[in-house]
């Protein structure tokens, strides 16, 4: 461990390669560069979400966990998931909202501050996805909370995760 | 060896290593002790069938196998609708208490003589009486709007409480901090130390088998791909077992090749992020950080060979629909660079004194219990319990490939690690040897009709304990039902026992070294 980070230390300043095998296109690099520019038109240099999993199979969730790993690490834009519905701007719902997390996921989208955003994460949020027609499920986040961005895909890449996210941050400048 | 029961049992019947034993009501009971305690069976699953279009009759089957036997040994019980009770099994073998419950809710049937009385799956909010599983229920629009509004109150759950001087309750979820999946947790503690924890699970209950037999077989692998996210391919590849049994098809060696090497990387992605994840416990960043990057390079070459990250869309009934083996570089070369990464990962970890030292002796899990419990997998085999489903009952071509379950004795956190280490490596070293060979046969055999009533059992040694799936089709050859067992409705009445005397911040690393699915346990 301490060998680790002094070879960091002493390393610091070479510039890491990507790692080997790694693929990440041209095009959704340069995407995400203006994601700061944007973030600090709109939310003043952060952007901070709370995931809610509403009956997620929980492949949803491991996107937005790998969101935070090295590869993508979402953090250096200034987004971060949070621990409280109170720290956040955003509400990510992913699953198709079972019927017995409809009261948990009304009361945390309360308990989220105004003005919030709510992100609906995947193919089940979208509108019940392959759970669609099932006496469990309530087909869709929007039949519980109102949503302002629809992110498809089952599950959606981590990729795909942030360009919705960037969509709704453009929405957002916009209306600015 | 079994004449014992077998002379007992009205009527047998045997096809594959199935062995069907119906049984009169007064010798279920019996039946099931003498293959438990007598034959020290494990008890891999229980549950109902509403056959009442066949013969007028419910049915409970309990899931016996045998130790050393590639046999699976299922005592039958029909039960009439007009006295719709069975004799519970519960107080001689504890592992049976979910399903019992499970039945219940689902099929209001009653288990006469179990000790607790409470429901499992459906919160206080969802009518009495009301039993999704069985063929003429419907729910009325108003219930179904007061079970979402969640605060009906109509069947009132009581936790179990705790009394005694400096004890207090936590009470935490269904929402918790991390990104995780939903559910409740009810500490009483004393001090710091975990005294007692129920878990009240089953917030994501989707309705999944009901939903099963309304979109029929061939739709149902998408489904199974979608119990539970990280154990997509072996789900589904339990279900697609079980209904090409009931078909009455065999898949070519080809494809089961195929299948056997895509569970193998499930289990290593999983298993490598596992590691990682428990260093997310112990707040040890640098060893997190690295088990997410091993993780990720494997989804990736997941996304490469098959189109998708969580191997989805490659079981199909009657095989796999691409074929991996053209990618025999890309897979061998990326798995070289990920035992070196995962090797270095390890030394990493195991040099690390502070993070090593917080995960022995926390959250043991003893034999006895495990046993007990019923546990499959990690778990099971942390705690000495030498079961693995690809051994015990070998499929695909898990009987050509030359390998040992792994135990360990002690049960902690530690064990838990090491375990997923061990069969880390030997994954590494099944897929290597199964991309040494060449395999004959098309991708996909044609598939046929199923016979109408035809059942059979399917299964497979997920990343985290054994799945089963048991189909039966009805008289036009459609789903009349679709049990699934997943392995964390196995393991998760283990976690209280397993955090008893611990300290409450080390809870989430307990939990993450079960590392169950919420999802697939609550269906
Ligand atoms: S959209 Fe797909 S991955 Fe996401 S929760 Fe639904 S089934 Fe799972």
Known sequence: MLKEILKNIIRRKSVVPFPQGFRVSPEEASKVTDLQEKIDAVFGRSLRIRQVDAGSCNACEWECTALTNPVYDIQRFGIDFVASPRHADAVLVTGPVSRQMELALKKTYLATPEPRLVIACGDCAVDGGVYKGSYAVTEGVANVVPVDCYIPGCPPSPMAIISGIIQLLEKLTHLR | ?523
């Open chain 2, 1 to 523: 060896m079994m004449e014992g029961i077998l002379r007992k049992a009205k009527r047998t019947a045997e096809q594959g290593n199935e062995v069907y034993l119906e049984v009169a009501r007064e010798d279920f009971k019996k039946s099931c002790v003498f293959l438990y305690e007598k034959k020290r069976a494990f008890l891999r699953l229980m549950f109902a069938a509403d056959e009442r279009e066949t013969g007028g009759e419910f049915k409970i089957y309990s899931v016996f196998s045998v130790p050393g036997k590639d046999r699976f040994y299922i005592v039958v019980l029909p039960v009439e609708e007009g006295s719709p009770t069975f004799p519970s099994i519960t107080s001689s073998i504890p592992a049976a208490h979910w399903y019992e419950r499970e039945i219940r809710d689902m099929f209001g049937l009653v288990p006469e003589g179990h000790p607790d009385p409470r429901r499992l799956i459906f919160h206080d909010s969802f009518p009495a009486d009301s039993h999704p599983l069985r063929k003429d229920w419907s729910l009325s629009g108003m219930d179904k709007k007061e079970w979402g509004e969640g605060t009906a109150g109509k069947v009132p759950y009581r936790f179990m409480e705790v009394e005694g001087e400096g004890i207090y309750e936590i009470p935490v979820g269904p929402v918790h901090a991390g990104i995780i999946e939903p559910g409740h947790f009810r500490f009483s503690a004393v001090g710091e130390t975990i005294f007692f924890l129920e878990p009240r699970l089953f917030y994501t209950h989707k309705g999944t088998e009901k939903h099963f037999e309304k979109i029929g077989f061939p739709e149902g692998v998408r489904l199974s791909e979608r119990v539970s996210g990280t154990s997509s391919f072996s789900h589904s590849a339990a279900y697609c077992m079980a209904v090409e049994k009931a078909m009455g098809i065999e898949i070519s060696e080809n494809a089961k090749a195929a299948r056997t090497l895509l569970l193998e990387f499930e289990r290593l992605y999983n298993h490598i992020g596992d590691i990682g994840n428990m260093c997310a416990g112990t707040g040890f960043a640098v060893g997190y950080a690295k088990g997410a990057l091993v993780k990720e390079e494997l989804m990736q070459l997941n996304e490469r060979i098959t189109g998708h990250r969580y191997l989805r869309g490659m079981n199909v009934i009657g095989g796999v629909s691409k074929d991996i083996f053209r990618h025999r570089d890309d897979i061998l070369s990326t798995a070289e660079r990920a035992t070196r990464e995962y090797k270095e990962m390890m030394k990493l970890i195991l040099g690390t004194v502070s993070h090593v030292e917080r995960l022995e002796n926390t959250g043991i899990l003893s034999r006895e219990i495990a046993l007990k419990l019923g546990v499959t997998g990690v778990a099971a085999r942390a705690s000495g319990v030498n079961d693995d489903i690809r051994k015990s009952h070998p499929h695909l071509l898990y009987d050509k490939l030359l390998f040992e379950p792994h135990t360990m004795a002690k049960g902690d956190v530690f064990a838990r690690m090491m375990i997923r280490a061990e069969e880390a490596e030997c994954s590494l070293s099944m897929i290597d040897a199964l991309l040494e060979s060449n395999y004959r046969g098309d991708l996909t055999v044609g598939v046929r009709a199923i016979p109408p009533y035809a059942s059979a059992l399917g299964y497979a040694e997920t990343p985290r304990g054994s799945v089963f799936y048991w189909v039966m089709s009805d008289k036009e050859g459609r789903p009349l039902r679709v049990k699934l067992r997943s392995p964390s409705f196995c393991n998760w009445p283990a976690v209280p026992f397993a955090v008893h005397g611990n300290i409450v911040p080390d809870f989430p690393l307990c939990n993450k070294s079960f590392n169950l699915s919420y999802s697939g346990c609550d269906m």
